[in-house]
């Protein structure tokens, strides 16, 4: 059974930076795509970034709202996935889910909250 | 960026009903196509992927038709279970989108 544990939420100041981790088990992790997506309170569903596989270069690609502050990462080894965020925004605020994608069908995880303010 | 309007973006509706969720996007799409389903406080949940395919225990009545730039996800009979939000979500191109959500609620 895929199972995805996000970590690492917690209340951050403006200008703050955080760590999340998401522990993945169940699944080849190795071999496939993983998102992040976040959801403000009260609000839809907004992409965050996807990091490749190894085929792939472990190439990532990140929505303009978050670009050059937000770093996705992962570790095959101890199949976990990351999202480390810089200079961060009363907007970031939100819960985020790790995703990863098997053959076209997406997993979710079940969220970490991030609140962002001072 | 692909944009995905959904509509209706509210929909009361009653046990038993058929209804039909559209998706609209700014640009066409090929088969990466997804729906899911969100209930309060709960993580999302994929319902369809590839436009057309059921994902694994999810129940018959639930149905995804489409092509190009309109899209639709029909529920054949609702079930009370099936009072959720749901959401469209192209992966055709970069960045991912998703529809702003269409919150299915009893009437």
């Known amino acids: 059974e895929v199972q995805l544990v996000e970590s690492g939420g917690h209340l951050v100041q403006p200008g703050g930076s955080l760590r999340l981790s998401c522990a993945a088990s169940?699944?080849?992790?190795?071999?496939?795509?993983m998102d992040w997506v976040r959801q403000a309170p009260g609000k839809g569903l907004e992409w965050v970034g996807r990091t490749r596989n190894k085929h792939e270069n472990f190439r990532t690609d990140y929505a303009a709202s978050v670009k050059g502050r937000f770093t996705i990462s992962r570790d095959d080894l101890r199949t976990s996935l990351y999202l480390q965020m810089n200079s961060l925004e009363t907007d970031d605020t939100a819960l985020y889910f790790c995703?990863?994608?098997?053959?076209?069908?997406?997993?979710w995880g079940q969220g970490t909250l991030v609140t962002v303010s001072s | 960026d692909i944009q995905l309007t959904q509509s209706p973006s509210f929909l009361s509706a009653s046990v038993g009903d058929r209804v039909t969720i559209t998706c609209r996007a700014s640009?066409?799409?090929?088969?990466?196509f997804a729906w899911h389903q969100q209930k309060p406080g709960k993580a999302p949940k994929l319902l369809i992927y590839g436009v057309s395919t059921l994902q694994s225990g999810v129940p018959s009545r639930f149905s995804g038709s489409g092509s190009g730039t309109e899209f639709t996800l029909t529920i054949s009979s609702l079930q009370p279970e099936d009072f959720a939000t749901y959401y469209c979500q192209q992966l055709n191109d970069y960045p991912i989108t998703f529809g702003q959500g269409t919150r299915l609620e009893i009437k």
């Open positions: 640009q066409g799409i090929s088969t990466y």
């Open positions: 169940g699944f080849t992790f190795s071999d496939h795509f």
């Open positions: 995703v990863c994608l098997i053959r076209g069908v997406a997993y």
